[in-house]
């Protein structure tokens, strides 16, 4: 009989996937707390970035849901989601450490962790409404999920905008969710007006980025805003000084932990950006540029989901319809057939994480010798170690 380290056991545990930990829970209360504890949560979700695996497609249809699991992509199986669809489009509004945010036509909102097929329905928030009668037409309306590492929390961000009768003025109007306090409160408006009715904010570092303008003009250049969810201040994020973002359209994404830009130079070019050191534009690094071909014919959506596990190809999402591979190297490009994919969708990558969509999630000081008991049983459960009969 030997006994590993504790070391070796938690580190064992955390490159399982959750299906399995999940299973592993139910072994003792000891396991149970170990695997429940934020600190392995946290841990699990880690290393799964550093190893590259534990991670899938979802891909959008309508209103169905489908997911592609990347360490064996055999094939998109139906994802069955905890709204009701009435026969219309499910909306992704954001992802983040493994949670999806979803919305129905009804607006009911749920944050939802696939993986443990555990769900919470958002208080209910009610449509904007214009608080300055000149502001007569409702603009778009974006959504944001993000994660406070201060407060352990996450947050769901939203930004509804209003267009003046002159098509110059604008307004906004930000709210924000918090899973720890289960409410909706209202921060700081956003001064600039969003390009993009439809793309979610993309979360970095605990920033939410969007595309935006300063003015409602038609030259007017695109820029990258970001949303400190800490603080609830807002900054501009500098972007390569070769790229000209008067002459092409932008795109945002996250490839490898980094910000991403895609550059979409009128349909005809695309150059593919990673910013290696958050908020430096020194950083920034053009990875590739595609050009339309006999390979390539449509360049109207190009979107970089994630790094091979190699790191030698970039897997996209080309107009809502293909997915191909770009090899790094020579620039060539593969398109990727999984079977059981729908002819049309909107893709992103999601993680498979243990994270709770429980508002208290351990904090609630009811529960608070309940939690003692918890740990203590961890605690001797790691102080006598994991017997491996030799």
Not at 13 to 30: N, S
Not at 56 to 62: A, D, N, P, Q, Y
Not at 156 to 170: A, E, K, N, P
Not at 244 to 255: A, E, F, I, R, W
Request: one cysteine or more; a neutral charge; glycine letters at 6%.
């Amino acid at each position: 009989m030997a006994y590993l380290p504790v070391e070796v056991v938690i580190d064992i545990l955390a490159r399982l996937p959750v299906k399995y930990l999940l299973c592993l829970r139910c072994v003792c209360k000891p396991w149970r707390s170990l695997i429940d504890s934020l600190d392995f949560i946290h841990f699990h979700i880690v290393k799964s970035i550093e190893t590259k695996t534990h991670f899938g497609l979802i891909l959008r249809k309508g209103f169905q849901l489908f997911s592609v699991d990347l360490d064996a992509p055999n094939g998109a199986v139906e994802l069955p989601h905890p709204l009701m669809s009435y026969s219309n489009d499910i909306k992704i509004l954001g992802s983040c450490n493994g949670l999806l945010c979803i919305c129905n036509v009804a607006e009911d909102i749920a944050l939802w962790n696939p993986s443990m097929k555990m769900h919470r329905l958002l208080p209910f928030l009610s449509s904007e409404r214009i608080r300055d009668p000149v502001m007569a037409i409702r603009g778009p309306r974006v959504y944001g999920l993000g994660y406070d590492d201060i407060s352990d929390d996450y947050k769901l961000v939203r930004v509804s905008q209003f267009i003046g009768l002159d098509y110059q003025s604008f307004e906004s109007e930000v709210k924000i969710y918090s899973l720890r306090t289960n409410e909706w409160r209202g921060i700081e408006d956003l001064p600039y007006a969003l390009c993009y009715t439809r793309r979610m904010g993309v979360h970095i570092n605990g920033f939410l980025h969007w595309v935006v303008i300063r003015k409602l003009k038609v030259d007017e250049s695109e820029l990258v805003v970001a949303l400190d969810i800490v603080a609830e201040s807002y900054k501009e994020v500098p972007l390569p000084e070769s790229l000209n973002n008067n002459q092409c359209h932008l795109d945002l994404g996250v490839l490898g932990g980094c910000l991403c830009v895609v550059a979409n130079y009128r349909e005809i070019d695309v150059e593919v950006w990673v910013m290696r050191e958050y908020g430096v534009q020194e950083s920034w690094m053009r990875l590739f540029k595609l050009g339309q071909s006999e390979e390539l014919v449509s360049l109207k959506l190009v979107r970089p989901l994630t790094y091979s596990k190699t790191g030698g190809d970039i897997l996209f999402e080309n107009d809502h319809k293909k997915l191909f591979l770009c090899d790094l190297k020579s620039q060539r490009i593969k398109y990727v057939r999984i079977c059981g994919m729908p002819d049309t969708f909107e893709a992103l990558v999601c993680l498979s994480s243990l994270v709770s969509v429980n508002a208290s999630r351990g904090r609630d000081s009811r529960n608070q010798e309940s939690r003692e008991d918890n740990t203590r049983m961890r605690d001797n459960f790691l102080s006598e170690g994991f017997k491996l009969v030799l």
